[in-house]
Protein backbone atom coordinates (compact mmCIF):
# COMPACT_ATOMS: atom_id res chain seq x y z
CA UNK A 1 0.00 0.00 0.00
CA UNK A 2 1.42 3.16 -0.94
CA UNK A 3 1.96 5.57 1.89
CA UNK A 4 3.26 9.02 1.28
CA UNK A 5 5.31 10.87 4.58
CA UNK A 6 6.19 14.64 4.58
CA UNK A 7 8.58 15.63 7.07
CA UNK A 8 8.95 17.83 8.97
CA UNK A 9 5.57 18.84 9.70
CA UNK A 10 6.50 22.41 10.16
CA UNK A 11 8.83 24.72 9.53
CA UNK A 12 10.15 27.96 10.53
CA UNK A 13 12.81 29.82 8.49
CA UNK A 14 13.89 33.28 7.67
CA UNK A 15 12.95 35.27 5.19
CA UNK A 16 15.50 35.32 1.98
CA UNK A 17 16.64 31.69 2.88
CA UNK A 18 16.83 28.91 0.47
CA UNK A 19 15.15 26.13 1.54
CA UNK A 20 13.76 22.33 0.88
CA UNK A 21 10.60 20.40 1.65
CA UNK A 22 10.54 16.95 1.71
CA UNK A 23 8.22 14.10 0.44
CA UNK A 24 8.81 10.51 0.31
CA UNK A 25 6.24 7.28 -0.55
CA UNK A 26 6.46 3.81 -0.17
CA UNK A 27 6.03 2.31 -3.39
CA UNK A 28 8.02 3.67 -6.65
CA UNK A 29 5.50 2.52 -9.00
CA UNK A 30 3.55 5.96 -9.69
CA UNK A 31 2.16 7.82 -12.36
CA UNK A 32 3.36 11.15 -11.26
CA UNK A 33 4.03 13.45 -8.23
CA UNK A 34 2.23 16.96 -7.30
CA UNK A 35 2.97 19.68 -5.05
CA UNK A 36 0.39 21.81 -3.84
CA UNK A 37 0.52 24.88 -1.74
CA UNK A 38 -2.70 25.77 0.61
CA UNK A 39 -3.03 29.06 2.61
CA UNK A 40 -5.25 28.51 6.06
CA UNK A 41 -9.01 28.16 5.52
CA UNK A 42 -8.85 27.85 1.67
CA UNK A 43 -8.45 25.27 -1.42
CA UNK A 44 -5.12 24.05 -2.65
CA UNK A 45 -3.14 25.68 -5.45
CA UNK A 46 -1.08 23.28 -7.48
CA UNK A 47 2.13 24.28 -7.79
CA UNK A 48 4.10 21.89 -10.16
CA UNK A 49 3.52 18.58 -11.47
CA UNK A 50 6.24 16.01 -12.53
CA UNK A 51 5.53 12.59 -14.39
CA UNK A 52 7.22 9.65 -13.25
CA UNK A 53 9.55 10.04 -16.35
CA UNK A 54 10.83 13.10 -15.52
CA UNK A 55 13.83 14.14 -13.22
CA UNK A 56 12.63 17.62 -11.83
CA UNK A 57 10.40 20.91 -12.91
CA UNK A 58 10.88 24.31 -12.31
CA UNK A 59 8.45 27.41 -11.77
CA UNK A 60 9.78 31.01 -10.85
CA UNK A 61 11.40 30.11 -7.63
CA UNK A 62 10.39 27.03 -6.98
CA UNK A 63 11.84 23.66 -8.04
CA UNK A 64 10.50 20.13 -7.30
CA UNK A 65 12.62 16.91 -8.27
CA UNK A 66 11.72 13.03 -8.36
CA UNK A 67 14.02 10.36 -7.12
CA UNK A 68 11.59 7.54 -8.06
CA UNK A 69 14.07 4.76 -7.08
CA UNK A 70 14.67 6.12 -3.34
CA UNK A 71 11.19 7.27 -3.62
CA UNK A 72 11.53 10.72 -2.54
CA UNK A 73 10.94 14.14 -3.48
CA UNK A 74 11.99 17.41 -2.70
CA UNK A 75 10.73 20.90 -3.19
CA UNK A 76 12.99 23.84 -3.29
CA UNK A 77 11.55 26.67 -2.51
CA UNK A 78 14.66 30.01 -3.39
CA UNK A 79 14.71 33.41 -2.06
CA UNK A 80 11.87 32.39 0.72
CA UNK A 81 9.27 35.58 1.32
CA UNK A 82 6.92 36.19 3.90
CA UNK A 83 4.00 35.51 1.25
CA UNK A 84 5.39 31.95 0.45
CA UNK A 85 3.91 31.15 4.00
CA UNK A 86 1.20 28.29 4.18
CA UNK A 87 0.98 24.51 4.12
CA UNK A 88 2.50 22.33 0.99
CA UNK A 89 1.21 19.37 0.36
CA UNK A 90 2.81 16.29 -1.98
CA UNK A 91 -0.02 13.66 -3.75
CA UNK A 92 1.70 10.86 -5.65
CA UNK A 93 -0.89 9.41 -8.45
CA UNK A 94 -0.12 5.70 -8.14
CA UNK A 95 -0.77 2.64 -10.66
CA UNK A 96 -4.50 2.81 -10.62
CA UNK A 97 -4.44 6.92 -10.84
CA UNK A 98 -5.35 7.30 -7.48
CA UNK A 99 -3.95 9.96 -5.40
CA UNK A 100 -1.90 9.36 -2.28
CA UNK A 101 -1.67 12.25 -0.14
CA UNK A 102 1.01 13.26 2.10
CA UNK A 103 -0.01 15.28 5.62
CA UNK A 104 1.50 18.67 4.21
CA UNK A 105 4.57 20.69 5.99
CA UNK A 106 3.70 23.80 7.20
CA UNK A 107 5.59 26.38 6.26
CA UNK A 108 6.66 29.58 7.96
CA UNK A 109 8.57 32.49 6.53
CA UNK A 110 10.05 35.29 9.19
CA UNK A 111 10.08 38.75 7.95
CA UNK B 1 -9.97 29.52 -18.84
CA UNK B 2 -11.44 26.97 -16.36
CA UNK B 3 -12.89 28.07 -13.12
CA UNK B 4 -14.01 25.63 -9.95
CA UNK B 5 -17.19 27.49 -7.97
CA UNK B 6 -17.96 25.95 -4.60
CA UNK B 7 -20.51 27.03 -2.02
CA UNK B 8 -21.64 27.82 0.39
CA UNK B 9 -18.05 28.78 1.83
CA UNK B 10 -19.36 28.28 5.54
CA UNK B 11 -22.04 26.26 6.92
CA UNK B 12 -23.24 26.09 10.77
CA UNK B 13 -25.69 23.16 10.59
CA UNK B 14 -27.37 21.56 14.10
CA UNK B 15 -27.09 17.52 14.28
CA UNK B 16 -29.67 15.45 12.40
CA UNK B 17 -30.31 18.58 9.84
CA UNK B 18 -29.34 17.77 5.66
CA UNK B 19 -26.91 19.12 3.89
CA UNK B 20 -26.26 20.15 0.36
CA UNK B 21 -22.77 21.59 -0.98
CA UNK B 22 -22.82 22.27 -4.29
CA UNK B 23 -19.37 22.51 -6.74
CA UNK B 24 -19.45 23.65 -10.71
CA UNK B 25 -16.87 23.90 -12.93
CA UNK B 26 -16.48 25.75 -16.05
CA UNK B 27 -14.84 26.32 -19.55
CA UNK B 28 -14.46 22.56 -19.44
CA UNK B 29 -16.73 19.11 -20.72
CA UNK B 30 -16.61 15.69 -18.67
CA UNK B 31 -14.53 16.62 -16.19
CA UNK B 32 -13.68 13.79 -13.46
CA UNK B 33 -14.73 15.73 -10.41
CA UNK B 34 -13.71 14.82 -6.72
CA UNK B 35 -15.01 15.69 -3.14
CA UNK B 36 -12.72 15.73 -0.51
CA UNK B 37 -12.31 15.77 3.45
CA UNK B 38 -9.50 17.38 5.24
CA UNK B 39 -9.01 16.66 8.71
CA UNK B 40 -6.46 18.97 10.94
CA UNK B 41 -3.37 17.66 10.60
CA UNK B 42 -4.19 14.99 8.39
CA UNK B 43 -4.00 14.46 4.75
CA UNK B 44 -7.12 14.55 2.10
CA UNK B 45 -9.49 11.97 2.24
CA UNK B 46 -11.35 11.45 -0.58
CA UNK B 47 -14.74 10.91 -0.27
CA UNK B 48 -16.32 10.59 -3.68
CA UNK B 49 -15.28 11.00 -7.63
CA UNK B 50 -17.26 11.37 -10.88
CA UNK B 51 -16.18 10.58 -14.33
CA UNK B 52 -19.09 11.30 -15.88
CA UNK B 53 -23.01 12.53 -15.15
CA UNK B 54 -24.49 9.99 -12.87
CA UNK B 55 -21.89 7.59 -12.25
CA UNK B 56 -20.63 7.97 -8.62
CA UNK B 57 -17.43 5.94 -6.59
CA UNK B 58 -17.71 6.05 -2.92
CA UNK B 59 -14.11 5.88 -1.20
CA UNK B 60 -15.45 5.98 2.19
CA UNK B 61 -18.72 4.29 3.56
CA UNK B 62 -20.33 7.14 5.62
CA UNK B 63 -23.09 9.25 6.01
CA UNK B 64 -22.75 11.28 3.03
CA UNK B 65 -24.20 10.89 -0.55
CA UNK B 66 -22.74 12.60 -3.58
CA UNK B 67 -24.73 13.35 -6.98
CA UNK B 68 -24.00 14.50 -10.37
CA UNK B 69 -27.11 15.92 -12.23
CA UNK B 70 -25.04 17.57 -14.61
CA UNK B 71 -21.86 17.20 -16.24
CA UNK B 72 -20.39 20.33 -14.43
CA UNK B 73 -22.34 19.85 -11.06
CA UNK B 74 -21.35 18.08 -8.37
CA UNK B 75 -23.61 17.85 -4.91
CA UNK B 76 -22.29 16.55 -1.89
CA UNK B 77 -25.49 16.18 0.60
CA UNK B 78 -26.81 14.16 3.38
CA UNK B 79 -30.02 13.17 5.24
CA UNK B 80 -29.58 13.83 8.82
CA UNK B 81 -25.36 15.43 9.73
CA UNK B 82 -23.47 13.29 12.53
CA UNK B 83 -21.04 15.59 14.74
CA UNK B 84 -18.38 13.55 13.49
CA UNK B 85 -19.57 15.38 9.72
CA UNK B 86 -17.63 19.01 11.23
CA UNK B 87 -14.73 19.51 8.64
CA UNK B 88 -13.25 21.47 5.80
CA UNK B 89 -14.65 19.93 2.30
CA UNK B 90 -12.82 20.62 -1.27
CA UNK B 91 -14.41 19.87 -4.53
CA UNK B 92 -11.83 19.38 -7.38
CA UNK B 93 -11.61 18.48 -10.94
CA UNK B 94 -9.57 17.01 -13.54
CA UNK B 95 -9.31 16.38 -17.78
CA UNK B 96 -8.20 13.03 -16.68
CA UNK B 97 -7.18 10.66 -13.76
CA UNK B 98 -3.70 11.36 -13.53
CA UNK B 99 -3.85 14.85 -14.51
CA UNK B 100 -3.47 17.77 -12.82
CA UNK B 101 -6.70 18.39 -9.92
CA UNK B 102 -7.72 21.90 -9.39
CA UNK B 103 -9.42 22.53 -6.33
CA UNK B 104 -12.50 25.07 -4.89
CA UNK B 105 -11.85 27.38 -2.36
CA UNK B 106 -13.72 24.69 0.40
CA UNK B 107 -16.44 25.16 2.82
CA UNK B 108 -16.00 24.86 6.62
CA UNK B 109 -19.22 22.62 7.99
CA UNK B 110 -19.64 22.82 11.24
CA UNK B 111 -21.96 20.67 13.43
CA UNK B 112 -23.34 21.43 16.42
Known amino acids: KQEVTQIPAALSVPEGENLVLNCSFTDSAIYNLQWFRQDPGKGLTSLLL???SQREQTSGRLNASLDKSSGRSTLYIAASQPGDSATYLC??????????WGAGTKLIIKP | SQTIHQWPATLVQPVGSPLSLECTVEGTSNPNLYWYRQAAGRGLQLLFYSVGIGQISSEVPQNLSASRPQDRQFILSSKKLLLSDSGFYLC???????????FGEGSWLTVV
Open chain 1, 50 to 52: IQS
Open chain 1, 91 to 100: AVTDSNYQLI
Open chain 2, 92 to 102: AWSIFEGNTIY
